[in-house]
């Protein structure tokens, strides 16, 4: 749009009006203003450590953020509920060269890998953005929030006349051991972030946009779960390829209009994600790569993929790529028993660590199942996800719109 750089254009910076510390921060958008413009950016998203470290690697400094809500009053336009699984996905869903020279400095994460030119292995050679223990030296995150809430890619502004109360909620994971950052035993607290605001000062201006915003539609991300059971014999030698089917039915997406679904599967105890209390490779935030997997969904009654579902690491892969596009993925990322150490700079510890299940529904959804299958095997080690219990996340965009009447009132409904 030609008024982003023009005179009618300000920015305005925004401290949180409620922010407690390590726990939540609220953002209150000035009714003074005529109307906000959708790129919205939150700045400074971050912490101060009791010591040097490191984000996690999959989600960086992002990973801070549990829940992130755009509201009017008490009136949600559009929020994403445990962002962190799904934000990892978001962020190895770009090119390698992609995260290798943006989205690693943006978000202060570890993705984003080259070849050793000594060791020929594939590593992340670029230095890592971390915590520090000084809010003048620490590192911080950029997040646009478009990318998080994509209300905000739908509507070309946010007229004050219509949404009188706007303001931004977020809850903070701080919690010490949740791997927030990659060594558990470090203390932080987090910064207060800043709300950069790009607004209309023209009054006229904003209302020949007023003019045209009578409608809007877009793909909200939901979230669901369900959990996959620990094996029987907990790894004990009857488990040997033993076939653990789970089969479950979700309601979350019931009568809705589903699009695109990605699942990430966490292990149940984050515990086994780490080696005297620092993460080992991504951490919980990571997808789980189990033994032998089929998946198949079952739409309102008829399977969805034909014979057995999706079978096989490659399948898995070719469908999310083919879903959400182009995954900066290493070799290992979603196998299960190779050991890539020869290849990859710790390529155990990032072993089997982005196994996502991805599809395209596009089906108003009545009945929703999903038919997991994994095959157990005996298995002595602390971590052993083909019989451990995993959570999994399902994400799924099902499509919202808003309808705005000629006096400034609205309504939101699921298509």
């Not at 690697?57 to 949600?76: E, M, P, Q």
């Not at 515990?271 to 997997?293: D, H, I, N, W, Y």
């Not at 399977?303 to 999706?310: A, Q, T, V, W, Y």
Request: hydrophobic share 35%; aromatic share 8%; glycine share 8%.
């Amino acid at each position: 749009m030609t008024f982003y750089s023009d005179s009618n254009v300000s920015t305005k910076y925004l401290d949180p009006t409620i922010y407690t510390e390590n726990a939540r921060c609220t953002f209150q958008l000035d009714q003074s203003e005529s109307a906000y413009l959708p790129n919205l950016r939150l700045l400074f998203l971050g912490a101060v450590s009791s010591a040097p470290g490191e984000y996690n690697g999959l989600v960086g400094a992002l990973s801070l953020i549990r829940n992130i809500s755009l509201l009017d009053g008490k009136t949600v336009l559009c929020s994403l509920n445990e962002s962190q699984f799904y934000q990892g996905f978001v962020n190895q869903n770009k090119t390698n060269e992609r995260n290798q020279s943006v989205g690693s400095f943006q978000d202060c994460s570890k993705l984003g890998h080259t070849v050793n030119g000594v060791s020929n292995a594939i590593q992340r050679m670029a230095r890592n953005l971390g915590p520090d223990t000084a809010t003048n030296t620490t590192n911080s995150a950029t997040l646009d929030l478009r990318h998080i809430l994509p209300m905000l890619n739908s509507v070309s502004h946010l007229p004050t006349a219509v949404f009188e109360n706007l303001n931004l909620q977020i809850e903070f994971d701080a919690t010490q051991g949740n791997q927030v950052l990659s060594d558990t035993a470090t203390t932080f607290n987090t910064l207060r972030p800043v709300l950069a605001c790009d607004v209309i000062d023209n009054p006229v201006v904003v209302d020949k946009l007023n003019a045209q915003l009578t409608s809007a539609s877009w793909l909200e991300v939901e979230h669901d779960f369900f959990v996959i059971p620990q094996s029987v014999n907990n790894g004990g030698v009857n488990d040997q390829l033993l076939l653990q089917p789970t089969n479950v039915q979700l309601n979350g997406f019931n009568n809705k209009y589903l699009e695109r679904l990605v699942m990430v599967k966490e292990i149940a105890n984050p515990a086994l994600e780490l080696a005297g209390g620092v993460t080992q490779g991504f951490g919980k935030f990571s997808s789980q790569c189990c033994f032998r997997q089929k998946v198949q969904l079952r739409v309102n009654g008829s399977n969805l993929f034909p014979r057995n579902g999706i079978v096989g690491n490659n399948e898995r892969l070719a469908h999310v790529v083919d879903t959400f596009g182009d995954c900066a993925n290493y070799i290992g990322s979603n196998q299960y028993g190779t050991d890539p150490a020869t290849v990859l700079f710790n390529g155990r510890q990032f072993l089997g660590q982005l196994d996502y299940i991805g599809a395209y529904v596009g089906q108003q959804i009545s009945n929703l199942q999903i038919n997991y299958e994994r095959t157990g095997l005996q298995d002595a080690t602390a971590k052993r996800p083909t019989t451990d219990s995993l959570n999994v996340h399902v994400y799924g965009e099902v499509r919202k719109a808003i309808k705005i009447g000629p006096q400034g009132q609205y309504r939101i409904t699921y298509l």
